[in-house]
């Protein structure tokens, strides 16, 4: 877990001042971190959160095109007492494929939940996570506390179906990917057995289902919680900034000396 200070200075302007942005950090990527330390305005904030609602949708796409096939070869487990061998190496293909997008939707799923947590604490008053109206900072650390409990019992579900695939906790599997070829070495040793691809087939469509419905709910999140609202954001920020452009339009040393005296009428 990281805890880290936003310095985003044009965003320190629309916060409210009694809220420090500090953010808590679990699993979140290391490219996160380096995007919100080059954010400076609305645009920037909502380019990254459009970024990653993007990336969600394709990850979405991905593991339900592997989700439909381990369905099918649920099917066939059930049906048969041993799958032929050239089926076992597309099983095999396609449980790599979802435990790489099982990674990849997990390191999403800290980023956008990092991202939950800069909305909040820059704009409390919209009230993303409820009730945050002139809240104090420790009310607003205790609400984003609570959301990220929420996605931390998520993240725990999916684990212990991601375990019942692989035989794995979260940590082992992610070790085991760093060496592709020790990785493919256990798929052969689990999917040896009728007993271990049945187990593999059906707790590996359990995970692909559960993938699916979480990058829909962080679709969901990114789309309709933080977007729209921070649409109006940007919208305050351009009226300030064309305020500020014209004031110091009107400052100008040349507009001021091209400007006519007007006699005295006294």
């Not at 990281?2 to 699993?27: D, E, G, I, Q, R």
């Not at 305050?236 to 009428?265: C, F, H, V, Y």
Request: with cysteine; hydrophobic share 40%; net charge negative.
């Amino acid at each position: 877990m990281k805890k880290y200070l936003l310095s985003l200075a044009v965003l320190v302007m629309f916060a409210t001042p009694a809220h420090a942005l500090t953010v808590t950090c679990t699993n979140c990527s290391t490219n996160l971190v380096q995007l919100l330390d080059r954010i400076t305005s609305m645009e920037q904030l909502q380019n990254v959160i459009g970024q990653y609602h993007e990336n969600i949708q394709q990850t979405a796409q991905q593991i339900r095109m592997v989700q439909q096939n381990i369905e099918q070869y649920a099917n066939m487990v059930q049906n048969t007492m041993q799958l032929p061998a050239n089926l076992i190496n597309e099983v095999k293909g396609s449980l790599t494929r979802l435990s790489i997008l099982t990674s990849k939707l997990k390191t999403q799923r800290g980023d956008i939940v990092a991202l939950g947590e800069v909305f909040n604490s820059l704009f409390p008053e919209l009230n993303f996570l409820g009730g945050l109206a002139a809240s104090t900072p420790e009310q607003v650390e205790a609400a984003n506390a609570r959301y990220r409990e929420q996605w931390d019992k998520w993240a725990e579900t999916v684990d212990q179906a991601s375990q019942a695939t692989f035989q794995l906790s979260g940590q082992q599997l992610e070790e085991l990917q760093k060496d592709a070829g020790r990785f493919d070495q256990y798929l052969d040793e689990l999917l040896s057995t009728p007993d271990g691809q049945q187990k593999a087939i059906m707790a590996g469509n359990q995970l692909s289902a559960l993938q699916v419905q979480e990058a829909r709910q962080l679709r969901e999140l990114m789309a309709t919680q933080v977007q729209s609202n921070l649409a109006s954001q940007m919208k305050a920020e351009k009226e300030s900034q064309m305020s500020e452009e014209a004031w110091r339009n009107t400052l100008k040393t040349d507009r001021i000396g091209k400007a006519k005296a007007k006699a005295d009428p006294f």
